[in-house]
């Protein structure tokens, strides 16, 4: 199967690139190999090979059960139409290169069970080393779930009926690992999820690598990976083009700490990185180095409204692109947007601290939101070693300022600041270039290089930051 890359280290030194320290784990070999075929699969993608799949997996995983080594099961060339599957310690499926597993559309194919959070197409529950590779692709089928196409936004199709849920999320996620130990993912393309499309549940030591994630851009809940309660993960060289956030990390029932994502490429339709909305416990020691974000809605984002904290977080070479989308998706083009705030009037402030930002491009429509609230301060945020260039190229409204989810929603807002600072204690500024468009056609929108109010502003230092017009630089 490869290797684990267990993340046991993280080492914030300040350099040309901030990685983590990796320790390499041999999983037992491979010993076995099983063909869906064999079991019955037919591969014609009209048939539902669900029975076979199974059961092959479930051969596997005795398998491995008696001789502790791994077990692949393996998919010829053939599209492998499925209702949810279950796979198991110690199996590595094998979705060959011109291989394609389908999910199947009906609800049946994933109902009854006690909850939506059990709707996947694939789901490794309490299983340890386990994982999916092979050069073909996993397909959601997500267009069937649509209930009306969108330029702006899709309409889903809700399953709320069933009880196991409430409101338009009720679809199945593409793949999961719940519970799991010893994961990897690699050399798959995971494509068209009906909803959020690689899950990472309350998980130890997970790889994924050399992953492609292709989503619908129009369609909600579009995750690529959503990282919940998890410690020890690896994302690297993965390429992301979906709806919504590109990767999630999530706190529903634990922290979430030793979490490293390098050498990525995302395009969204919402926050590339987003750290929340789900924020009940806290986030320490996470990395985001050598990512390119292209024309996504929003960059860097954290958005804490449940009560955890977060610390320790290092944001290096990154080239970030971002434009407005129509409001209806949370984010107005920020590139950074760090923001802490309660959900509602029953929710606990957290905070946000020890941030460093280095080695950062932007071009963007808008600019850098910082927010924190008074019980919820940012503090000890870097920026070091960044160019900002500021300018509109789509046709969106500019102006106003998104709280989304909670808090304060949408608010209008004079112009649009370079950086819009709030509830800060803590911020300093190194080696810092913002460049603005004064273009007539703007009608002067990037008048204020620096806003906020000094009564909730303290301890800003900036060095080496310099601000002015392309016109004038040029």
């Given at each position: 199967?490869?290797?684990?890359?267990?993340i046991?280290?993280?080492?914030?030194?300040?350099?040309?690139?901030?990685?983590?320290?990796?320790?390499?784990?041999?999983?037992?070999?491979?010993?076995?190999?099983?063909?869906?075929?064999?079991?019955?699969?037919?591969?014609?993608?009209i048939?539902?090979?669900?029975?076979?799949?199974?059961?092959?997996?479930?051969?596997?995983?005795?398998?491995?059960?008696?001789?502790?080594?791994?077990?692949?099961?393996?998919?010829?060339?053939?599209?492998?139409?499925?209702?949810?599957?279950?796979?198991r310690?110690?199996?590595?499926?094998?979705?060959?290169?011109?291989?394609?597993?389908?999910?199947?559309?009906?609800?049946?194919?994933?109902?009854?069970?006690?909850?939506?959070?059990?709707?996947?197409?694939?789901?490794?529950?309490?299983a340890?080393?386990?994982?999916?590779?092979?050069?073909?692709?996993?397909?959601?089928?997500?267009s069937?779930?649509?209930?009306?196409?969108?330029?702006?936004?899709?309409?889903?199709?809700?399953?709320?009926?069933?009880?196991?849920?409430?409101?338009?999320?009720?679809?199945?996620?593409?793949?999961?690992?719940?519970?799991?130990?010893?994961?990897?993912?690699?050399?798959?393309?995971?494509?068209?999820?009906?909803?959020?499309?690689?899950?990472?549940?309350?998980?130890?030591?997970?790889?994924?690598?050399?992953?492609?994630?292709?989503?619908?851009?129009?369609?909600?809940?579009?995750?690529?990976?959503?990282?919940?309660?998890?410690?020890?993960?690896?994302?690297?060289?993965?390429?992301?083009?979906?709806?919504?956030?590109?990767?999630?990390?999530?706190?529903?029932?634990?922290?979430?700490?030793?979490?490293?994502?390098?050498?990525?490429?995302?395009?969204?339709?919402?926050?590339?990185?987003?750290?929340?909305?789900?924020?009940?416990?806290?986030?320490?020691?996470?990395?985001?180095?050598?990512?390119?974000?292209?024309?996504?809605?929003?960059?860097?984002?954290?958005?804490?409204?449940?009560?955890?904290?977060?610390?320790?977080?290092?944001?290096?070479?990154?080239?970030?692109?971002?434009?407005?989308?129509?409001?209806?998706?949370?984010?107005?083009?920020?590139?950074?947007y760090?923001?802490?705030?309660?959900r509602?009037?029953?929710?606990?402030?957290?905070?946000?601290?020890?941030?460093?930002?280095?080695?950062?491009?932007?071009?963007?429509?808008?600019?850098?939101?910082?927010?924190?609230?008074?019980?919820?301060?940012?503090s000890?945020?870097?920026?070091?070693?960044?160019d900002?260039?500021?300018?509109?190229?789509?046709?969106?409204?500019?102006?106003?300022?998104?709280?989304?989810?909670?808090?304060?929603?949408?608010?209008?807002?004079?112009?649009?600041?370079?950086?819009?600072?709030?509830?800060?204690?803590?911020?300093?500024?190194?080696?810092?270039?913002?460049?603005?468009?004064?273009?007539?056609?703007?009608?002067?929108?990037?008048?204020?290089?620096?806003?906020?109010?000094?009564?909730?502003?303290?301890?800003?230092?900036?060095?080496?930051?310099n601000?002015?017009?392309?016109?004038?630089v040029?």
């Amino acid at each position: 199967m490869g290797t684990i890359l267990l993340i046991l280290l993280f080492s914030l030194v300040q350099s040309l690139s901030y990685t983590s320290s990796t320790t390499q784990i041999q999983l037992p070999g491979v010993s076995l190999t099983l063909s869906v075929s064999d079991f019955g699969a037919t591969g014609d993608g009209i048939h539902y090979d669900s029975f076979a799949i199974q059961s092959a997996i479930d051969a596997c995983n005795r398998h491995y059960l008696s001789s502790s080594s791994i077990c692949r099961v393996n998919f010829p060339s053939g599209t492998y139409l499925t209702a949810k599957l279950n796979l198991r310690s110690g199996v590595v499926l094998d979705v060959t290169e011109n291989a394609l597993l389908l999910g199947g559309p009906r609800i049946e194919d994933y109902y009854p069970a006690e909850t939506s959070s059990d709707w996947y197409v694939v789901v490794a529950n309490n299983a340890t080393d386990v994982g999916i590779t092979g050069g073909g692709a996993i397909d959601g089928q997500g267009s069937k779930f649509v209930v009306r196409f969108s330029e702006k936004k899709n309409v889903m199709v809700s399953w709320n009926e069933t009880g196991a849920c409430l409101g338009d999320e009720c679809r199945p996620r593409l793949v999961g690992f719940v519970d799991s130990t010893n994961v990897e993912i690699w050399n798959i393309t995971l494509r068209e999820p009906a909803y959020w499309c690689l899950h990472i549940v309350r998980c130890e030591n997970t790889s994924v690598h050399d992953v492609s994630i292709l989503g619908d851009f129009n369609t909600p809940n579009n995750d690529g990976i959503d990282i919940e309660d998890s410690n020890n993960t690896l994302i690297t060289r993965c390429h992301i083009d979906t709806g919504d956030d590109a990767i999630c990390p999530k706190t529903y029932t634990g922290p979430l700490y030793n979490l490293t994502a390098t050498d990525c490429w995302i395009r969204t339709k919402s926050s590339a990185i987003k750290l929340g909305s789900a924020s009940w416990f806290d986030f320490k020691g996470l990395i985001f180095d050598n990512i390119t974000i292209y024309e996504s809605h929003r960059g860097l984002g954290m958005q804490i409204r449940d009560g955890g904290n977060v610390s320790d977080i290092t944001f290096s070479n990154i080239n970030i692109s971002t434009r407005y989308y129509d409001p209806s998706w949370w984010g107005r083009a920020e590139p950074i947007y760090i923001t802490t705030c309660p959900r509602d009037s029953s929710s606990k402030e957290g905070s946000i601290s020890n941030l460093l930002f280095v080695n950062i491009t932007i071009n963007s429509e808008n600019g850098v939101f910082l927010s924190g609230s008074p019980n919820g301060l940012l503090s000890d945020i870097k920026f070091k070693n960044m160019d900002l260039t500021l300018r509109r190229w789509s046709n969106y409204s500019a102006g106003l300022v998104d709280y989304r989810p909670g808090c304060r929603g949408l608010v209008n807002h004079r112009a649009t600041a370079g950086i819009i600072m709030e509830h800060v204690k803590g911020f300093s500024v190194e080696n810092v270039d913002l460049k603005w468009s004064d273009d007539d056609d703007l009608n002067g929108a990037w008048n204020v290089p620096l806003e906020f109010r000094p009564s909730t502003v303290n301890n800003v230092s900036f060095v080496g930051f310099n601000s002015g017009s392309l016109h004038e630089v040029v």
